[in-house]
């Protein structure tokens, strides 16, 4: 076993996106990793990719045991890793933690349960498979843990390192809470999203032709696995329901008041003050923004010769999007910037020869 700091030997079960991507954030900051999956062809393609080694490892010998499977799956599988690696800490990748403990007590002793660390990384995509894992994927994203009283210090910190040297925001939390949270953050927002997605059904395809970034950005989370997310709300009913009573209290009331202007306008207000109460990178409070729209030419390289003409100017792109012109082979590339530096980046635009927005 290794000492604080040491490279730790760990083992990752589950080598989809992000146990791939766990896999290769670890084997980047040195430690030994050994990858595990029941999909055999899985392991071995994140193998190739330098996520690991298939090879077997004796269990007395392994720190860590990082649990990356379905929700469905999670509680036995991380019962099971308790009982083989009997000196190992283990955490999980699981949305949901409350309803989790509760499994575990049914499944492992107490003592067994004092080496178990409950975490969720903040970050995924739509996509799935090892082919998609990124040792980049946590950087600058929160990393949440969620340890119990009875959890040893040298447990928590071993998972508390793996997240610190993944580039991840780390933040602890009581697992309840953290259910709370999360059924408001991620899995309202990811309903929301299904059902307006499902109200395309029946819009015309002409009428689709004319969606802009405001309906891709509404619905893309919408494009997720149904398999992966029936089972994070189903384990989180409890927290999600309330939210879901509370939206469906929202949507009676504008539609109540929808031929009332003023509460309309309310209604639209609240939005506004809403989105405000959102922090900004980081989980720092939100600075002040500007949006800088630049016309680019549908063609190639056009992309890169913006983005290398913006980096001579030393300015920070907090974020972008792209609307694409449906009548003219041009896009429309907003530039999310500190507010500062937005005559700057107008100017430096400008100076290149792109046509900038007023």
């Known amino acids: 076993m290794s000492e604080p ?8 079960i589950g080598v989809g996106m992000v146990g791939t991507s766990i896999a290769l954030a670890a084997r980047r900051a040195g430690h030994r990793v050994h990858l595990r999956d029941r999909n055999t062809s899985h392991a071995l393609v ?5 996520a690991g080694s298939v ?12 649990v990356a499977v379905p929700p469905d799956h999670c509680a036995r599988v991380i019962a099971d890793s308790l009982l083989e690696h009997r ?30 660390v409950g975490s969720h990384p903040m970050a995924g995509s739509h996509r799935s498979g090892p082919v998609s894992g990124d040792a980049d994927l946590f950087v600058d994203r929160t990393w949440v843990l969620t340890p119990h009283r009875v959890n040893p210090d040298v447990d928590v910190a071993r998972v508390r390192r793996l997240a610190t040297e993944s580039g991840a925001v780390v933040t602890d939390m009581d697992p309840y809470d953290h259910d709370r949270a999360v059924a408001a953050v991620s899995h309202l927002p990811h309903v929301a999203s299904v059902l307006v997605a499902d109200q395309m059904d029946d819009v015309p395809a002409e009428h689709l032709r004319l969606a802009g970034q405001g309906l891709r950005d509404v619905t893309r989370i919408a494009g997720s696995d149904p398999g992966l997310w029936v089972q994070i709300l189903s384990a ?13 209290t929202a949507v009676d009331a504008l539609l109540a008041g929808f031929d ?37 030419p549908d063609t190639p390289g056009a992309l890169a010769k913006l983005f290398a003409e913006v980096g001579e100017a030393g300015i920070n792109i907090e974020d972008m999007s792209i609307e694409h012109d449906q009548n003219r082979q041009v ?3 907003a530039l999310l910037v500190d507010s500062v530096h937005e005559s700057e980046l107008r100017d430096q635009l400008a100076e290149h020869g792109w046509t900038v927005r007023p």
């Open 87 to 116: 000196s190992a800490t283990v955490t999980d990748v699981a949305s949901v933690k409350g309803a989790l403990i509760g499994q575990l007590r049914a499944l492992v002793d107490d003592e067994a349960l004092r080496r178990y």
């Open 55 to 66: 090879d077997p490892v004796p269990p007395n010998e392994v720190d860590l045991v990082v």
């Open 260 to 296: 009332d202007r003023e509460r309309l306008v309310g209604a639209l207000q609240a939005g506004v003050a809403g989105t405000a109460r959102i922090p900004g990178k980081h989980g720092l409070a939100d600075q002040v923004w500007s949006e800088v729209v630049v016309e680019i």
């Open 331 to 333: 896009g429309h590339l």
């Open 236 to 248: 989180n009913a409890a927290a999600v329901r309330p939210r879901l009573e509370r939206l469906r």
């Open 5 to 12: 700091g040491a490279t730790m030997t760990m083992v990752v």
């Open 46 to 50: 994140a193998a190739g990719l330098g």
